[in-house]
């Protein structure tokens, strides 16, 4: 079992930045990757960032170049740096663990981003 907690979410202006932390706990030597999603209201919950323990990373298109994903030494860390933030980046964003061996995904409960002036 894993278990993921995050941090950091709140209000942000336009333009403004964020930097989200998740804390993973358990059987973490298991995880192949960690990363974020985000749901908006009334929409699915998508991707937003992944990396991989070799460092490799995935970004949605709609954060390219404006959000960066990374990893503590430990490993057992995932934080999310965001810049030049939208409105529509307003969101529950959710830190996400991946076991491949299973398969399984882990999930935290959540942080909330809201970004408006």
């Known amino acids: 079992q894993v278990q993921l907690v995050e941090s950091g979410g709140g209000l942000v202006q336009p333009g403004g930045s964020l930097r989200l932390s998740c804390a993973a706990s358990?059987?973490?030597?298991?995880?192949?990757?960690m990363g974020w999603y985000r749901q908006a209201p009334g929409k699915e919950r998508v991707l937003v960032a992944t990396?991989?323990?070799?460092?490799?990373?995935t970004y949605a298109d709609s954060v390219k170049g404006r959000f960066t994903i990374s990893r503590g030494i430990a490993k057992n860390t995932v934080y999310l740096q965001g810049n030049s933030l939208k409105p529509e980046d307003t969101a529950v964003y959710y830190c996400?663990?991946?076991?491949?061996?299973?398969?399984?995904?882990?999930w935290g409960k959540g942080t909330l981003v809201t970004v408006s002036s």
């Open positions: 358990g059987s973490i030597y298991r995880l192949n990757s």
């Open positions: 996400n663990a991946y076991d491949d061996r299973v398969p399984r995904d882990y």
């Open positions: 990396i991989t323990n070799g460092g490799s990373t």
